[in-house]
Protein backbone atom coordinates (compact mmCIF):
# COMPACT_ATOMS: atom_id res chain seq x y z
CA UNK A 1 0.00 0.00 0.00
CA UNK A 2 1.90 3.39 -0.74
CA UNK A 3 0.05 6.52 0.75
CA UNK A 4 1.15 10.06 0.07
CA UNK A 5 1.58 12.37 3.38
CA UNK A 6 2.30 16.19 3.92
CA UNK A 7 5.10 16.89 6.86
CA UNK A 8 3.92 20.37 7.35
CA UNK A 9 6.78 21.50 9.68
CA UNK A 10 9.06 20.88 7.10
CA UNK A 11 7.03 21.32 3.89
CA UNK A 12 7.85 18.47 2.04
CA UNK A 13 6.19 15.51 0.61
CA UNK A 14 7.26 12.25 2.24
CA UNK A 15 6.05 9.15 -0.58
CA UNK A 16 5.99 6.35 2.46
CA UNK A 17 5.69 2.75 1.24
CA UNK A 18 4.01 0.23 4.51
CA UNK A 19 5.45 -2.94 4.22
CA UNK A 20 3.93 -5.93 6.79
CA UNK A 21 6.77 -8.24 8.57
CA UNK A 22 5.53 -10.31 10.67
CA UNK A 23 3.04 -8.77 12.94
CA UNK A 24 4.68 -5.11 12.27
CA UNK A 25 3.87 -2.93 9.37
CA UNK A 26 7.28 -0.75 8.73
CA UNK A 27 7.59 2.39 6.54
CA UNK A 28 10.15 3.01 4.20
CA UNK A 29 11.80 6.19 4.74
CA UNK A 30 12.92 9.11 2.61
CA UNK A 31 16.38 7.36 4.15
CA UNK A 32 15.83 4.17 3.46
CA UNK A 33 14.86 5.12 -0.25
CA UNK A 34 18.06 7.08 -0.14
CA UNK A 35 20.42 4.38 0.83
CA UNK A 36 18.44 1.81 -1.60
CA UNK A 37 18.80 4.40 -4.64
CA UNK A 38 22.51 5.07 -4.01
CA UNK A 39 23.71 1.43 -3.14
CA UNK A 40 22.36 0.38 -6.26
CA UNK A 41 23.14 3.33 -8.73
CA UNK A 42 25.75 2.61 -10.83
CA UNK A 43 28.03 5.44 -9.36
CA UNK A 44 28.52 3.23 -6.48
CA UNK A 45 31.78 2.16 -6.67
CA UNK A 46 31.12 -2.04 -6.37
CA UNK A 47 32.23 -2.85 -10.28
CA UNK A 48 29.19 -4.10 -11.18
CA UNK A 49 29.99 -3.06 -14.65
CA UNK A 50 32.65 -5.56 -15.24
CA UNK A 51 30.69 -8.94 -14.97
CA UNK A 52 28.83 -10.28 -18.10
CA UNK A 53 27.55 -13.24 -16.12
CA UNK A 54 28.34 -15.48 -19.28
CA UNK A 55 26.43 -12.73 -21.54
CA UNK A 56 29.94 -12.38 -23.15
CA UNK A 57 30.37 -16.12 -23.55
CA UNK A 58 26.73 -16.15 -25.21
CA UNK A 59 26.95 -13.28 -27.63
CA UNK A 60 30.41 -14.93 -29.53
CA UNK A 61 28.73 -18.18 -29.30
CA UNK A 62 25.41 -16.56 -31.51
CA UNK A 63 23.13 -17.36 -28.63
CA UNK A 64 22.21 -13.63 -28.22
CA UNK A 65 21.53 -11.64 -31.18
CA UNK A 66 18.38 -9.27 -30.09
CA UNK A 67 16.86 -7.93 -27.28
CA UNK A 68 14.55 -10.36 -26.75
CA UNK A 69 16.98 -12.87 -25.88
CA UNK A 70 18.73 -10.76 -23.48
CA UNK A 71 15.73 -10.52 -21.92
CA UNK A 72 15.13 -14.46 -21.89
CA UNK A 73 18.84 -14.78 -20.67
CA UNK A 74 18.39 -12.33 -17.52
CA UNK A 75 15.00 -14.10 -16.82
CA UNK A 76 16.99 -17.65 -17.04
CA UNK A 77 19.21 -16.04 -14.27
CA UNK A 78 16.62 -15.27 -11.79
CA UNK A 79 13.82 -17.82 -12.31
CA UNK A 80 17.26 -20.59 -12.20
CA UNK A 81 20.34 -19.46 -11.69
CA UNK A 82 22.09 -17.23 -9.55
CA UNK A 83 19.56 -14.50 -9.35
CA UNK A 84 16.89 -16.93 -7.73
CA UNK A 85 19.83 -18.25 -4.86
CA UNK A 86 20.53 -14.71 -4.28
CA UNK A 87 17.57 -13.49 -4.02
CA UNK A 88 17.03 -16.31 -1.07
CA UNK A 89 19.97 -15.52 0.30
CA UNK A 90 19.19 -12.10 0.67
CA UNK A 91 16.51 -12.83 2.41
CA UNK A 92 17.51 -14.98 4.51
CA UNK A 93 20.58 -12.42 5.51
CA UNK A 94 18.57 -9.95 5.77
CA UNK A 95 16.43 -11.16 8.17
CA UNK A 96 18.98 -12.82 10.42
CA UNK A 97 20.46 -9.60 10.29
CA UNK A 98 17.21 -8.29 12.12
CA UNK A 99 16.30 -10.62 14.20
CA UNK A 100 17.39 -8.84 17.21
CA UNK A 101 15.47 -5.47 15.90
CA UNK A 102 11.71 -5.39 18.22
CA UNK A 103 10.70 -3.06 15.18
CA UNK A 104 11.06 -5.82 12.78
CA UNK A 105 9.99 -9.05 14.52
CA UNK A 106 8.26 -8.17 17.24
CA UNK A 107 8.01 -10.31 20.17
CA UNK A 108 9.77 -13.02 18.04
CA UNK A 109 13.39 -11.72 17.98
CA UNK A 110 16.49 -12.89 19.02
CA UNK A 111 20.04 -11.76 21.04
CA UNK A 112 22.57 -10.04 19.04
CA UNK A 113 24.65 -13.41 19.27
CA UNK A 114 21.99 -15.40 17.99
CA UNK A 115 21.89 -13.66 15.16
CA UNK A 116 25.20 -12.86 14.52
CA UNK A 117 25.51 -16.69 14.83
CA UNK A 118 22.78 -16.97 11.83
CA UNK A 119 23.92 -14.17 10.33
CA UNK A 120 27.68 -16.46 9.41
CA UNK A 121 26.28 -19.23 8.87
CA UNK A 122 24.16 -17.82 5.52
CA UNK A 123 27.61 -15.67 4.78
CA UNK A 124 29.48 -19.20 4.23
CA UNK A 125 26.80 -20.99 2.68
CA UNK A 126 26.53 -17.79 -0.22
CA UNK A 127 30.42 -18.55 -0.45
CA UNK A 128 29.88 -21.89 -1.29
CA UNK A 129 27.15 -21.22 -3.58
CA UNK A 130 28.83 -20.99 -7.07
CA UNK A 131 29.32 -23.02 -10.30
CA UNK A 132 32.38 -21.22 -11.83
CA UNK A 133 35.33 -19.49 -10.76
CA UNK A 134 34.05 -16.45 -12.91
CA UNK A 135 30.80 -16.01 -10.88
CA UNK A 136 32.62 -16.87 -7.77
CA UNK A 137 34.74 -13.98 -8.31
CA UNK A 138 31.93 -12.10 -9.84
CA UNK A 139 29.83 -12.47 -6.23
CA UNK A 140 32.68 -12.19 -3.85
CA UNK A 141 34.15 -8.74 -5.71
CA UNK A 142 31.34 -6.93 -5.45
CA UNK A 143 30.45 -8.20 -1.88
CA UNK A 144 33.49 -7.47 -0.45
CA UNK A 145 33.69 -3.56 -2.77
CA UNK A 146 29.88 -3.12 -1.71
CA UNK A 147 30.89 -4.02 2.27
CA UNK A 148 33.97 -1.40 2.07
CA UNK A 149 32.46 1.53 0.74
CA UNK A 150 29.65 1.29 3.40
CA UNK A 151 31.72 0.63 6.12
CA UNK A 152 33.32 4.08 5.45
CA UNK A 153 30.19 6.25 3.83
CA UNK A 154 27.14 4.26 6.07
CA UNK A 155 28.81 3.99 9.46
CA UNK A 156 27.16 1.05 11.60
CA UNK A 157 29.93 -1.09 14.09
CA UNK A 158 27.80 -4.24 13.69
CA UNK A 159 27.91 -4.18 9.77
CA UNK A 160 31.47 -3.55 9.85
CA UNK A 161 32.51 -6.27 12.49
CA UNK A 162 30.15 -8.49 10.38
CA UNK A 163 32.13 -7.44 7.09
CA UNK A 164 35.42 -8.18 8.75
CA UNK A 165 34.55 -11.51 10.09
CA UNK A 166 33.87 -12.28 6.21
CA UNK A 167 36.85 -10.62 4.47
CA UNK A 168 36.90 -11.85 0.98
CA UNK A 169 34.50 -14.68 1.16
CA UNK A 170 31.29 -12.23 1.46
CA UNK A 171 28.94 -12.25 -1.23
CA UNK A 172 27.45 -9.01 -2.52
CA UNK A 173 23.59 -10.57 -2.20
CA UNK A 174 24.45 -11.23 1.82
CA UNK A 175 26.27 -8.47 2.51
CA UNK A 176 23.48 -5.86 1.07
CA UNK A 177 21.06 -7.95 2.79
CA UNK A 178 22.95 -7.88 6.05
CA UNK A 179 23.49 -4.26 5.50
CA UNK A 180 19.59 -3.21 4.43
CA UNK A 181 18.66 -5.74 7.66
CA UNK A 182 20.72 -4.14 10.53
CA UNK A 183 19.56 -0.58 9.13
CA UNK A 184 16.25 -1.47 9.76
CA UNK A 185 14.64 -1.48 6.08
CA UNK A 186 11.71 -3.69 5.04
CA UNK A 187 12.40 -6.68 3.13
CA UNK A 188 11.04 -6.80 -0.13
CA UNK A 189 11.49 -3.14 -1.10
CA UNK A 190 15.63 -3.54 -0.42
CA UNK A 191 15.20 -6.76 -1.91
CA UNK A 192 14.01 -5.73 -5.02
CA UNK A 193 16.22 -2.94 -5.45
CA UNK A 194 18.82 -5.30 -5.00
CA UNK A 195 17.73 -7.64 -8.06
CA UNK A 196 17.04 -4.18 -10.12
CA UNK A 197 20.55 -3.22 -9.75
CA UNK A 198 21.83 -6.90 -10.51
CA UNK A 199 19.35 -6.86 -13.80
CA UNK A 200 20.94 -3.04 -14.85
CA UNK A 201 24.24 -4.66 -14.82
CA UNK A 202 23.37 -7.16 -16.89
CA UNK A 203 21.34 -4.94 -19.74
CA UNK A 204 24.54 -2.94 -19.49
CA UNK A 205 26.68 -5.74 -20.58
CA UNK A 206 24.16 -6.65 -23.39
CA UNK A 207 23.86 -3.08 -24.73
CA UNK A 208 27.33 -3.14 -25.18
CA UNK A 209 28.17 -6.84 -26.35
CA UNK A 210 24.99 -7.99 -28.71
CA UNK A 211 25.22 -4.71 -29.43
CA UNK A 212 22.01 -2.92 -28.84
CA UNK A 213 20.58 0.69 -28.69
CA UNK A 214 20.07 2.22 -25.54
CA UNK A 215 16.09 2.49 -25.89
CA UNK A 216 16.23 -1.40 -26.61
CA UNK A 217 18.20 -1.33 -23.29
CA UNK A 218 14.84 0.20 -21.83
CA UNK A 219 12.80 -1.87 -23.38
CA UNK A 220 14.57 -4.81 -21.89
CA UNK A 221 14.53 -2.98 -18.34
CA UNK A 222 10.87 -2.82 -18.43
CA UNK A 223 10.19 -6.07 -19.41
CA UNK A 224 12.26 -7.40 -16.77
CA UNK A 225 9.85 -5.30 -13.97
CA UNK A 226 7.56 -8.52 -13.25
CA UNK A 227 10.18 -11.04 -13.40
CA UNK A 228 11.57 -8.95 -10.71
CA UNK A 229 8.94 -9.16 -8.62
CA UNK A 230 7.96 -12.47 -9.00
CA UNK A 231 11.46 -13.61 -8.53
CA UNK A 232 11.46 -11.48 -5.36
CA UNK A 233 7.80 -12.98 -4.04
CA UNK A 234 9.24 -16.50 -4.64
CA UNK A 235 12.45 -15.54 -2.83
CA UNK A 236 10.59 -14.33 0.42
CA UNK A 237 8.81 -18.31 1.00
CA UNK A 238 11.83 -20.17 0.23
CA UNK A 239 13.22 -21.57 3.22
CA UNK A 240 17.37 -22.29 3.10
CA UNK A 241 16.61 -26.05 3.37
CA UNK A 242 14.63 -25.55 0.16
CA UNK A 243 16.97 -23.82 -2.05
CA UNK A 244 18.35 -25.07 -5.08
CA UNK A 245 19.03 -24.25 -8.76
CA UNK A 246 19.15 -25.56 -12.19
CA UNK A 247 21.06 -23.56 -15.10
CA UNK A 248 23.63 -25.91 -16.88
CA UNK A 249 23.99 -24.02 -19.46
CA UNK A 250 24.89 -20.68 -17.73
CA UNK A 251 27.37 -22.63 -15.28
CA UNK A 252 28.84 -24.06 -18.91
CA UNK A 253 28.97 -20.46 -20.32
CA UNK A 254 30.38 -18.78 -17.27
CA UNK A 255 33.30 -21.93 -17.75
CA UNK A 256 33.91 -20.82 -21.58
CA UNK A 257 34.30 -17.23 -20.88
CA UNK A 258 37.26 -18.18 -18.51
CA UNK A 259 39.43 -19.31 -21.82
CA UNK A 260 37.32 -16.88 -23.92
CA UNK A 261 39.78 -15.82 -26.63
CA UNK A 262 38.79 -11.81 -26.45
CA UNK A 263 37.22 -10.69 -23.40
CA UNK A 264 35.95 -7.04 -22.30
CA UNK A 265 34.33 -8.53 -19.14
CA UNK A 266 35.08 -10.48 -15.73
CA UNK A 267 32.65 -12.78 -16.25
Known amino acids: MTTATTTTTAMVTTITTMMTTGTTTIPVTDADLFRLMAWTSPAYPVGGFSYSHGIEMAVEEGRLKRQADLVAYI ?6 GAGRVDAVLFAQAHRAAGRDRPELLGEGRESPAQSDAALDEIAELAFAWRGTAETALESTQQGGSFASVTVTC ?13 RGRLSHAVAFGAAAGMAGMPLRPALFAFLQGFCANLVSAGVRLIPLGQTDGQIATAALLP ?19 ASPLL ?17
Do not use: K
Open 227 to 245: IISECADAALITPLDELGT
Open 251 to 267: DMLSMRHETQYTRLFRS
Open 75 to 80: AAVLRQ
Open 154 to 166: WPDARFATFAQRH
